[in-house]
Structure formats: C-alpha cells, structure tokens
C-alpha cells in the first residue's frame, strides 16, 4: 500500500468513531503544543478538591408540598375529624350508660311499685280512706295554686251586660273616621230619596239695593233619608210648599242675593220642613234654580 492510501486510512479513522488513546496520539502528531495544554488541565482538574453536595429532589418537593395551604388544610380536617369521632364515642358511650342506668332505675321502680300494692292491699279500709282523702287535698291544692297563679285568687263573674264588644271579639281593629268611613245617606251605592217641589214663585221684602217689589222664583229639591218621608212630602205638597212660601217671603233682596243668605235660607228651610214631617228627615235641601228680580 502506498503512502497515500495510508494518509487516507489514517484520516478515516479520525473521521470516524476514535479511542482516547488514538485520539491522543492523532492530537500529538498534528499539535503537540495543543495536547500540552489539554494534559495542564486534567492534572489542575484532578489537583483540586471538588465539593459537591448530593441533593434528594423527592425529599425536596416532599418538603415544599407539605408548607402549601392545601397540605396545610388536610392535615387541620383531619385533626378536625379525629376530636369529632373521639366526641362522638364519648357521647355514645355515655348514652349507652345512662339508657342501662334507665332501665335499671324502672326495673328497680317496677319492683317497688309492686310491692307496694302488694303491701297496700293489706291495709285496713280506714287506712285507705285516709290515703286517698290525702291525694285529693294534695290534688286540689296544687290546682288551686295553679288557678291562683294564672287567673287570680278569685274567680271573676261573668258580667250581666256587655260593656264592650272588644271583650267578645276575637280581634281589634283601629281605623280613622275621616279616611276609613263612608257616609251611609252619601254614599253612591245608596238610592238617594229625591223629590222635587213645584216652582214657587213670592215676593220678597225690598231693601236698599231693589225696587218697591222684589220677585224671587225657586225649583227645589228635598232629599229624604227614607222612602217613607219622600211619600209623606208628596201627599202633604200643598202644605210644604205654602210653609217653604211663607219662610221665603221673610227673606230681603239683598240676603238672597249673597250666597251665605241661600245657605241661611236652605238651612231654615230644612228646620222647618222637618217640624212638619212625622215618618223620617229631609236629609238636605237644593236650591236648583234661583231667579231674583229687583
């Protein structure tokens, strides 16, 4: 084989996968100074003392979960569960004493109880008359002292007459006369008794304001609180309607011509009106029509 092939196979394995040892002697063929320097190296590397602290990563994250909150507030339920069973237990165990404790106590009060009627029968009769009259004053008194407690020493009387409807009813209710009652005779869902006179036409005395023989024409209305009073008005017309003339005729141009005079006229009107009627009230009075002639 000649030189240069040899050149290629040693450039080959260079190429390729090398040894330390080779790659050692391939590094000292080419640079020498270079593998030198790499020798001063490995021997300070090897002089020097290397401290290296060996970590375990599991017990590390072990650590870190169990400061979180969620580690935190397992273990707090788990306490937590621990004293609620342990008071659980108590509470079960010092049930189960005292039901045995029960049943002990009314297994021991059965027994007494049984001899004590075994040993009441044989008691004379006056004996037990005695014991019986004693029940019923201790009966009585306790009842008594209960009656006393709750209602008084005596016991009240029922009254003869009702002074109020509160005592009986089973609730009281307030409410405001101005706001919460309607007037009966005003209200809309009552027929209004109506009845209306013929016009009455008189002459009124003359005052300063009108002529020698003043004139006054009226259409009115009477308004009754029955029906009865309203039939009664019809039947005695003539007689209302002369006595509403006569009351008129007393009144002066001047008052009839203010309102305050209609209104002391509608009132005496009303007053006398109901001196006449015998079989209800005339409730109000309307003025329809007003005619006045100076």
Avoid at 84 to 106: E, M, P, Y
Avoid at 124 to 144: D, E, H, M, Q, R
Avoid at 168 to 188: G, H, I, L, Y
Wanted: with cysteine; net charge negative; charged share 30%.
């Amino acid at each position: 084989m000649s030189q240069g092939q040899d050149g290629e196979i040693q450039e080959a394995k260079v190429e390729g996968e090398l040894s330390l040892e080779e790659l050692d002697a391939v590094i000292e063929s080419e640079d020498p100074e270079f593998l030198n320097k790499i020798k001063e190296i490995e021997s300070e590397d090897a002089k020097s003392e290397l401290n290296i602290d060996l970590i375990d990563l599991d017990q590390v994250l072990r650590e870190r979960e169990g400061k979180s909150w969620k580690a935190r507030w397992g273990r707090t339920k788990k306490y937590c569960y621990s004293k609620l069973f342990l008071v659980w237990v108590l509470i079960k165990n010092l049930g189960v004493v005292v039901f045995h404790a029960c049943l002990s106590g009314l297994k021991g009060l059965k027994g007494n109880l049984i001899e004590g009627l075994r040993s009441f029968s044989y008691w004379p009769a006056s004996k037990k008359v005695f014991f019986f009259a004693v029940i019923l004053l201790v009966v009585g008194t306790v009842g008594f002292a209960y009656r006393a407690l709750t209602h008084g020493w005596i016991f009240d009387k029922q009254p003869l007459f009702v002074r109020s409807l509160q005592e009986w009813s089973s609730e009281a209710v307030k409410f405001n006369p101005a706001q919460d009652m309607e007037p009966f005779f005003d209200s809309a869902r009552v027929a209004q008794n109506l009845f209306a006179l013929k016009r009455v036409v008189v002459n009124i005395r003359a005052s300063e304001s009108s002529g020698p023989n003043p004139m006054a024409a009226f259409e009115i209305f009477l308004e009754g609180n029955s029906i009865e009073v309203i039939v009664e008005v019809k039947d005695r017309e003539s007689e209302i309607r002369d006595r509403i003339q006569r009351i008129i005729e007393e009144m002066t141009y001047d008052q009839l011509n203010l309102p305050d005079g209609k209104q002391t006229l509608i009132e005496k009107l009303r007053r006398d009106v109901n001196k006449l009627v015998t079989l209800g009230q005339i409730r109000k009075i309307y003025l329809k029509t007003v005619v006045i002639k100076p």
